[in-house]
T-cell receptor
């Protein structure tokens, strides 16, 4: 069983469209994250949820909206896609947000290409 | 500002030893992480240091000097499968991870 699974793995779409990426973890972790990894390979935190509550909301356009229906799921919806949104989006989870608890388990990534 | 510096790329020979350095400047410090990321795959956790010194885990060791804002990852007995990017990340006072861009390690036979 995959610990952190995200779908789809690849997503190719036109500018202006709306798309969603889903993420589920079966590790019993309390905290889930969305990261964006651009072409320069920097991992940038976008959002973090702890037990379904938003705890980190970095400066991302409000076209990006996370939704956590329960602590095992964190989905990412993106409206009005732009060329600059092309990147790999990683979902991750951890036991909590303290130091020793904060080892991240990542999903396999969703490569979004906006044409 | 917060910053993580690590070399962009390194090359080493199979069977050899390589040291990947990382310097960090973060607002507060709650630990230093190393992750491995193979091309097209997810990052996976390698090591965590919060106290000064060397942590050894099989062929991989990680070192931390908090006074110098410096860490390194040491890989021994290199294997071809060690070809990957190695990401350094520092946890700041808000328990947020600040990531470096990664060091791409190329292993040659």
């Amino acid at each position: 069983d995959t610990a952190v699974s995200q779908t789809p793995k690849y997503l190719v779409t036109q500018m202006g469209n709306d798309k969603s990426i889903k993420c589920e973890q079966n590790l019993g972790h309390d905290t889930m994250y969305w990261y964006k990894q651009d072409s320069k390979k920097f991992l940038k935190i976008m959002f973090s949820y702890n037990n379904k509550e938003l705890i980190i909301n970095e400066t991302v356009p409000n076209r990006f909206s996370p939704k956590s229906p329960d602590k095992a799921h964190l989905n990412l919806h993106i409206n009005s896609l732009e060329l600059g949104d092309s990147a790999v989006y990683f979902c991750a989870s951890s036991h909590g947000t303290g130091t020793g608890a904060n080892v991240l388990t990542f999903g396999a990534g969703s490569r979004l290409t906006v044409l | 500002g917060q910053n993580i510096d690590q070399p962009t790329e390194m090359t080493a020979t199979e069977g050899a030893i390589v040291q990947i350095n990382c310097t960090y400047q973060t607002s507060g410090f709650n630990g230093l992480f190393w992750y491995q990321q193979h091309a097209g795959e997810a990052p996976t956790f390698l090591s965590y240091n919060v106290l000064d010194g060397l942590e050894e885990k099989g062929r991989f060791s990680s070192f931390l000097s908090r006074s110098k804002g410096y860490s390194y990852l040491l890989l021994k007995e290199l294997q071809m499968k060690d070809s990957a990017s190695y990401l350094c990340a520092s946890m700041d006072s808000n328990y947020q991870l600040i990531w470096g861009a990664g060091t791409k390690l190329i292993i040659k036979p």
